[in-house]
């Protein structure tokens, strides 16, 4: 992916490239301008953020609020909380969706087209209505109330892109090559294992971005499902109306970090995999 | 000892309409070079692919050794194939691609260093074995995936149009390379190509391929000598064998094929057929300006075109209405729009039945 736009960027001619670093340029501060004011807010004395007007550079930096925000109660237990719910979600939708993804890319079965339609249906349904349905099966299952049930849930919500995503993934992969592992002396398996999961990872990890962040940022599962173990984003949510501005900021700038720090460590699989891109 | 039997093998791919493959009988002796021959869409590559276990036939078997592999999985056949695309691995480095193989067979570390090591000696890999595909040309590449097929030392070596993918010059060079290397393994190789220089210089034998049946199998000059269709005699050479389409009859001990208002003599089998081809190579028509003296046997044709290619003329002319390739001396002084005459070597002249197309006895 990264080649190809590169490439075609290289031909273009100089007044389009000029056009695209400005889009480049006016996207990137779309997003970064807000998580920057954010950031400032949570590493400002309380005093002087409830001053007006705020402050847009940072003149005076201090942890008060931060540390204020990190030690009231339940926030702690509800990072770790997100984490968890996160990673299991990540590992779920992974396991699920990647053998589906796999599937239909590779082979034509029965019902393909149908079955990748019925995939995003599950979108279509809106959480508020099986809200209620899904928390009394969860008080059946005695899940109500614990990560599983929120994790559960955000597989679910993630399962769709998971499956469309790794489908993509591996119809980049050519077939050509797991045939050449299995002349070569492997199983079926092995062949995936050792050729085609390797050269999935990029995309696959761009997948678990995309779910980790989707159950980082979920809120309405994580409300209604949870009462003591709230995820950050519920914890946070709850808390929004009776609590003072700092605490908004730092509860905001400590939703962001994560996510970004994630995507972070994850990046090189999607820009630089083994040095050069795969072909 | 590894002979292929090839018995009955049908194929047709689920939802296709023709089949891929239609009863085709093949056997290639030990440490042959068989090549796979016919235009794209004959079955030469799902052949080879049910040789190798990625495909599965409808019927028929298939024997390599001693063994009935029909229903193998590839790993269990004891075959290496070399793909069209390469197939090379890209997250790992050119010896790790190499020894692939043989970790799977879980190979003791040092044995595979000397084999990889050596089996790259052979496709000159050396310098690379530590570089990743990615930073290799598509000249490199190629010989990976040669060497990373013959480390295993299979008992039958599988090349599917491995040259296609690299430009003239290299193909040209590596061909060469290949036959050399092919004969030093010993390894009975079957080899597809459409391209048929490429059949004719590295084959033990040829089995030309049309609409999933082999058509004919024979030795390189043989096929090329004898074609037993049209098709083959079109499809093999460059330029393609001349056709000549005639009327045949019997004439006191022999046939006499008339070809518009001239005739040639034929052996008395031609008569057999009412409606005959004369198939002739360009190089084997001998071309002069002048008429021959009569009785020659001689062809007489309009020059239409001439082409000079360097090591020879290229003329095209017709005979009779008929166009037909001939190849001279670059001296050979003619102009389109002049008749030559053109006389074939006798012992060159093959005799097809103009209905189907197939070879007549005594040509």
Redesign the interface.
Known sequence: MATASTAISHRRSPPKRWNLYVAAVAISLFILIPIYLIAVAAFTPRAVLNGFPKPLLPVAVSTDTMQAFLSSRGVGQSVVNSLLVGIITLVLSTVLGAPAGYALARF?FRGRDSFQLLILMTRAFPIAILAVPLTVTFINWNLYDTLWAVALVHTALALPTTVLITASVFVAV?V??E??????????I?AFTR?AM??ALPGLAAASIFTFVLSWNEVFASVILTVQNRTLPAQVLTQLDNSPLAYKFAGGFALIVPALIFIFFIRRYLFN????I?? | MSEIRIEGISKTY?GGKASAVTDVTLTVADTEFMVLLGPSGCGKTTLLRML???EYPDSGRIVIGDRDVTEL???KRG???V?Q?Y?V???LTVFENIA??LR??KRPAEEVRRRVESSAGLLQLEPYLLR?P??LSGGQRQRV?VA?AIV?EPAVL?MDEPLSNLDALLRLQFRAELKKLVGEVHTTTVYVTHDQVEALSLGDRIAVMREGRIIQVAEPMLVYDRPATEFVGSFIGNPPMNFLRGHAHADNGLANVAIGTQSIKAPASVAEAAEVLVGIRAENLQASTSAPPNGSGSLRAETLVVEPLGSHLLVTAAVEGQVVKVVTRTDFAVQPGTSIWLRPEPDKLRWLRAADGTALGGS
Do not use: K, N
């Not at chain 1, 050449?180 to 079926?188: E, H, K, N, Q, V």
């Not at chain 1, 995999?273 to 050069?276: A, D, L, N, T």
């Open positions: 034509a050519p050509d090559l045939e050449a592992a299995l002349t070569l002396g492997c199983t079926p092995g050729v390797p050269l995999m083994w040095g050069r795969v072909r | 689920p190798a276990g990625l999985p590839p790993r075959i290496a194939m793909f695309s197939a691995f890209p997250h692939f193989g799977m067979q990743y990615a930073q995936a990373r295993m599988l």
